[in-house]
C-alpha cells in the first residue's frame, strides 16, 4: 500500500490542529502500546499538545517504553479536560473497543484511524488502513517516513516492539522482508534487541505462571482435537494473584499442540460479558469471519470478540461456528 497520499494529509492534519489524542483498543498488547506511545512521542516533537488514554493501564511489562508518561487511564466521566482538536485511534479495528471515551463530547475536529486489522470500520475522516502489513508500527513508521517525521531513538524503542509483539517476534506467516528491514533500520539506531527481548519474552511474573498451570489444566478439545480451548474466570485472577495483562499469548500454548489448527480462550470479565480470543493456524479456518458473527473482527488468523451470554451458551455457539470450518 503506498501511503504517500495519507503522509500528505496527516501532516496537514499536524499543522493545522494543536491538540491531540491518542487511543487504542482495550486490554492493549505490545502493538497498540508501542504505536500510541510513538505517536505520542512524535507528536510531542512536533511542538503539539498530546495525552494518551486507554481504558486500561499500561501494562507492567511495558513501562520501561519511552513515553509512559503520556500514559492515562480514561477518565471515568467527561470533564474540562477532554476537549482535543485531533482524535488518532491507533490499533483499533472500531471505535467501540476504544471504551467510554469515545461517547465523550471531544469537541474533535478529526478523527484519524492508524490500522492493519482487515475488518477495520474506516470511521475516521484519514483512515490510514493497511490490511497487509503485520503490525500498526510498521504502517506508522512507514507514515512517518514518507510524511517527514523524523524518528528518535526512543521512538525506534516502540516501533520495534510494536512490530516484536504483532509479528511473534518476527516468526508469524504475515511478517515480510519489509518487516525485517523496517526492523533492521530501527536496531541501527542503537537498540538492544537482547535486552528488549528479555523484558518482554523472559520476564513474566509468577503470577503469570500460576495462571498459566490453571488455564493449561483447564484445556477442552473438539472435533478429533483440531480445536483445543480453555477458560479464564474473574477468581483466577484474585486467587493466582495474576494480573489482566498476564493472560497475553496463553492461547498461543494450546494453540501449539500438533493436531490443533483452531484454538480459542473463553474470559469472562468484569463487565458481565465474556471475551473470546481465537488463533487459527490455516487461514482456510478464518477467525475473523468467526469474530465478526460474535461483534469482533482482527484477521483471518488472530481475532477476537466480547459479547454477552451465559459462559455454557457462548461457549458452545464459538466452538459450534468453528466445528463448521471442518465438515468439508
Not at 493449561?216 to 482435537?225: E, I, M, P, V, Y
Request: aromatic share 8%; charged share 25%.
Amino acid at each position: 500500500m503506498d501511503l504517500s497520499q495519507h503522509a500528505a494529509r496527516f501532516k496537514e492534519a499536524i499543522s493545522q490542529y494543536r491538540t491531540f489524542l491518542v487511543m487504542s483498543h482495550q486490554r492493549p498488547d505490545g502493538d497498540a502500546v508501542g504505536s500510541s506511545l510513538v505517536m505520542a512521542l512524535a507528536l510531542k516533537q512536533l511542538g503539539k499538545a498530546v495525552e494518551v488514554w486507554n481504558e486500561d493501564p499500561l501494562p507492567k511489562k511495558f513501562d520501561f517504553l519511552p513515553g509512559g508518561e503520556f500514559w492515562r487511564v480514561t477518565p471515568a466521566s467527561p470533564g474540562k479536560d477532554s476537549h482535543f482538536d485531533v482524535i488518532v485511534s491507533v490499533d483499533n479495528a472500531n471505535k467501540k473497543r476504544l471504551g467510554r471515551a469515545v461517547d465523550f463530547p471531544t469537541c474533535a475536529k478529526m478523527w484519524i484511524n492508524i490500522d492493519h486489522h482487515p475488518s477495520n470500520e474506516r470511521f475516521g475522516d484519514l483512515n490510514i488502513v493497511d490490511s497487509d502489513s503485520p503490525a500498526t508500527g510498521e504502517v506508522i513508521y512507514r507514515l512517518f517516513r514518507d510524511a517527514g517525521i523524523k524518528v528518535t531513538r526512543e521512538m525506534a524503542v516502540s516501533l520495534f516492539v510494536a512490530i516484536s509483539t504483532d509479528t511473534g517476534s518476527f516468526s508469524y506467516p504475515a511478517t515480510t522482508a519489509q518487516s525485517f528491514s523496517i526492523a533492521a533500520d530501527l536496531v541501527a539506531q542503537g537498540l538492544k534487541v537482547g535486552e528488549i527481548s528479555k523484558i518482554i519474552y523472559e520476564s513474566h511474573p509468577l503470577g503469570r505462571f500460576r495462571l498459566m498451570q490453571r488455564f493449561l489444566s483447564k484445556t477442552g478439545f473438539r472435533a478429533d482435537n483440531r480445536i483445543s480451548y480453555s477458560w479464564i474466570r474473574p477468581e483466577d485472577y484474585r486467587e493466582t494473584q495474576a494480573q489482566p495483562e498476564d493472560s497475553e499469548g496463553l492461547i498461543d500454548m494450546i494453540r501449539a499442540i500438533d493436531t490443533v489448527v483452531a484454538a480459542v480462550m473463553f474470559e469472562q470479565v468484569e463487565d458481565g460479558k465474556i471475551r473470546i480470543s481465537l488463533r487459527s493456524k490455516d487461514p482456510h479456518v478464518d477467525v475473523n469471519r468467526i469474530a465478526q458473527k460474535f461483534g469482533g473482527g482482527g484477521h483471518s488468523l488472530a481475532a477476537g470478540a466480547r459479547t454477552s451470554g451465559t459462559a455454557e451458551e457462548i461457549q458452545e455457539k464459538v466452538l459450534s461456528e468453528l466445528e463448521k470450518c471442518f465438515e468439508h
